[in-house]
């Protein structure tokens, strides 16, 4: 193989041909989430500069991708009250969830990044805890403004006007799981 065609990424005409992406990771199967680190090691090994922001785990908790990701380089904020599909308190749910879009919109308006990932975006969306139609024109603003941002956002549900503004939609199907034959969440694999 040739030094042109191994390496054709680096060459200029190449590089006009690309631009940034809004991804989704939607679905009801495992790896959403784990999908979206992959990237962002991916990005952080070619020296993107790359964070991740968390809605809905704990703030207090620290999990793998945490320890992982910080020796990379890679920003990443947990800013969550921990899940909420069975919430007691929506209001504080809409609350933290207005907080963490407002440092995602801080960080796409920022220019500071070549990659973000937006992780459980998408349940805060499907719960309505933040308008779909605001943070769709967020991105877009952010996408014109940025056009070799790439975007990644993680979730069940996804609704159809983000599928429909995105480049890349991958959904993660449940096929077997290992909770439903009693075996729960574990270190390393699911946190």
Not at 56 to 66: A, F, I, Q, V
Not at 166 to 181: D, I, R
């Amino acid at each position: 193989m040739t030094k042109e065609k191994r390496y054709k990424w680096r060459r200029e005409d190449y590089q006009e041909k690309t631009k940034g992406l809004l991804m989704v990771n939607t679905g009801d199967g495992k790896g959403k989430t784990t999908c979206a680190i992959g990237l962002m090691v991916r990005a952080a090994g070619q020296g993107l500069k790359c964070c991740m922001i968390q809605f809905m785990k704990s703030k207090t908790d620290r999990y793998g991708e945490h320890h992982s990701l910080e020796k990379l380089g890679v920003e990443i904020y947990t800013m969550g009250d921990g899940f909420t599909w069975d919430t007691n308190d929506p209001a504080q749910d809409i609350k933290t969830s207005e907080e963490t879009w407002a440092l995602c919109v801080e960080k796409m308006r920022s220019g500071d990044y070549d990659l973000l990932v937006f992780d459980e975006l998408v349940y805060v969306l499907d719960y309505k805890f933040l308008d779909l139609d605001k943070v769709l024109a967020e991105i877009a603003a952010a996408r014109e403004s940025q056009p070799a941002l790439h975007i990644v956002v993680t979730g069940r549900n996804a609704p159809e006007k983000l599928i429909e503004a995105a480049n890349l939609v991958t959904e993660m199907k449940e096929v077997k799981h290992p909770f439903h034959s009693g075996i729960f969440a574990q270190q390393g694999i699911e946190f």
